[in-house]
């Protein structure tokens, strides 16, 4: 008997010990392509998009969203090294080598024909011994310690490209701890990154700024306006000072001369009725979203009256924050409340373009960081540089434990599990003990890239765990700067736990659900896809040439062929 085939021809499967094998190799792909950019002495990954355009960084989850991938495993990685820096902004490289580490033993452990339920149960262990062995090394520290900030921040700016290209006379660590202090809620432990607006033009990497304020990207809109206020009041409108089109058609009839001339004149006493409220409201600074013609330009800056239109939506936003002005609801009925203020207002050349300035505001609730460098390809890495540092003090702020950096963190993890999957019976205890080898690979890895051997590292490091009496904490871990195995000491190199805590999360999440996939399933990508006029749709795995396009009708009552 005969029976049917399950699977379609344009079906392929590719079978259960493939599959398996296939996922972990990719696995381990991700991670050979983004590890050597770890650590201080890591180095920047290049790529070059469709385009042309290219982009500089360091940054793994920056490289890995730049990296086209077919592979649903490799897809999965990326967007669980892309959760890690969604959360918490650091650690994404250290999450991508968890990952392939993980992966990579796990390939080690079905070799030993552990089933992969068991693997998985063993990393899950293996995750809720490393989450308590944090919660027992962590440190607390208090919030608002400017030390332990500056400290995070230049741990986290080892090595990019802000420092290596910067003055070691200007601070930049010193700059974005003040940026955040200045608009974090300390009682409440809450800071809203959006508070913190980064400006970027082109220029010296020296001259980089923290401008108490908002820096605006716009021009004064006359020449004859004031280039310079002091202790300004602005006004923030969302209303234009010009006459509008209607929405809708509509016509004037004009039978003579003088009508014309009522008609511009009109236009003309509706603008200045307009002006006369901003001047009567006290109001010397004038920011609108939307337009501003030349006749009210032109009563504005006679008044000596700053103005400023078609300002982004975004910027009115940290204006309200910096200055505590309110956006006017009508220019009928201006309020004090509305008003902001700035000690002052000025135009600036920055970069070959001009910027204005409303800096020296009371108790601003949002300032300005404004990057400079001499390319563009490297004033993207100082944005995402400063973004790392801001949202590392971020997770300080809301969680203030912090961990030793340096490998020395996941040293102690590994020799801790080593020790406690004794406890465990059956094959699970294999697992955890892998987990163990592969949470070590960080520090290997940091070693790595700093040209220290990793065998002798290895060695070395367990020496000093097994050597350290079990009563005494010792952070032994990788010094970058003398290339040895050392202490980590507390005013070294730091870093927050939250962001531990989400590496070994994300990194044991990820790999579960790779090891959970068993097989896999492919129909045949055809790209000769087209639809007849009748409604047919099919496709031609030889392109279309075997196909009777015109179905036996004749040339001149062939169908339409569509293809899309």
């Known amino acids: 008997m005969k029976y049917p085939e399950l699977l379609s021809h344009d079906v392929a499967r590719v079978g259960i010990e493939e599959s398996r094998k296939l996922n972990l190799v990719v696995g381990g792909m991700i991670t050979d392509v983004i590890k050597t950019s770890l650590g201080p002495r890591g180095m920047e990954k290049v790529f070059i998009d469709i385009l042309g355009e290219d982009t500089i960084t ?17 897809k999965a990685i990326i967007e669980g090294v892309n959760t890690v820096d969604t959360h918490v902004g650091d650690g994404t490289i250290s999450a991508a080598i968890l990952i392939g580490m993980l992966l990579s033993k796990s390939q080690e452990l079905l070799k030993m024909e552990i089933s992969p339920t068991t693997i998985i149960k063993g990393y899950e262990k293996s995750l809720e011994f490393a989450l308590d062995i944090l919660d027992e090394i962590k440190k607390k520290e208090s919030t608002a310690n400017k030390k332990v900030m500056y400290r995070l921040a230049t741990s986290c700016l080892a090595g990019k490209a802000m420092t290596s290209l910067i003055s070691e006379d200007i601070s930049i660590a010193n700059l974005i701890v003040d940026a955040v202090c200045s608009v974090a809620n300390f009682q409440k432990k809450e800071i809203d990154i959006d508070d913190i607006k980064i400006e970027e033009k082109a220029g010296n990497a020296n001259n980089i700024q923290l401008v108490r304020g908002t820096v605006v990207d716009k021009t004064i809109d006359n020449s ?6 002091e202790n300004a009041k602005i006004l923030l409108l969302n209303e234009p000072l010009e ?49 501003i013609n030349s006749i009210a330009q032109e009563y504005l800056s006679k008044e000596g009256i700053i103005s400023m239109r078609r300002v982004k939506m975004n910027d009115l936003s940290w204006l309200e924050k910096s200055t505590g002005a309110k956006t006017c609801k009508s220019l009928e009925d201006i309020s004090e409340d509305e008003l902001g203020f700035a000690k002052k207002v000025y135009e600036k050349n920055i970069g070959g373009d001009k ?81 163990a080898d592969a949470i070590e690979e960080i520090p290997i890895t940091l070693a790595r890239n700093v040209g220290m051997d990793p065998i002798d590292t290895l060695t070395q490091l367990r ?28 005013d070294g190199v730091i870093e ?25 399933f492919m129909k045949d990508e055809i790209d000769n896809t087209h639809c007849h006029i009748d409604g047919t749709v099919h496709a031609h795995h030889d392109g279309g040439k075997a196909h009777n396009h015109f179905e036996q009708e004749g040339l001149e009552q062939r169908q339409m062929h569509h293809y899309y």
């Open 355 to 435: 910027m204005v300035f409303i800096e020296g505001c009371n108790n601003p609730k949002s300032v300005t960081i404004l990057l400079r460098c001499n390319s563009k390809r490297y004033l993207d890495e100082f944005h995402r540089d400063a973004l790392n540092v801001i949202y590392v003090l971020r997770n300080f702020i809301e969680n203030s434990f912090i961990v030793r950096g340096g490998g020395a963190t996941e040293a102690i993890i590994a020799n801790r599990i080593r020790e406690l999957s004794t406890t465990v019976e059956g094959r699970e205890q294999i697992v955890i003990g892998k987990f």
């Open 224 to 229: 004859a306006m004031p280039r310079s206020i």
């Open 463 to 490: 020496a000093k765990y097994a050597n350290c009496p079990k009563d005494t904490l010792k952070w032994y871990g990788i010094d970058s700067e003398k290339r040895k195995v050392s202490e980590i000491f507390p």
């Open 496 to 520: 927050p736990l939250v962001v531990k805590q989400q590496i070994v999360k994300t990194g044991v999440a990820v790999t579960n659900m790779i090891l959970n996939v068993n097989d896999i």
């Open 58 to 74: 360091k940054h793994g989850g920056a490289f890995l969203r730049k990296v086209d991938v077919k592979h649903p495993v490799a």
């Open 243 to 291: 006459m509008m089109r209607t929405k809708t058609d509509e016509q004037i009839e004009i039978n003579s001369p003088e009508q014309m001339t009522l008609f511009l004149n009109q236009e003309t006493i509706d603008i200045r009725a307009k002006v006369k409220k901003i001047v009567n409201s006290g109001a010397n600074v004038v920011i609108s979203r939307k337009g």
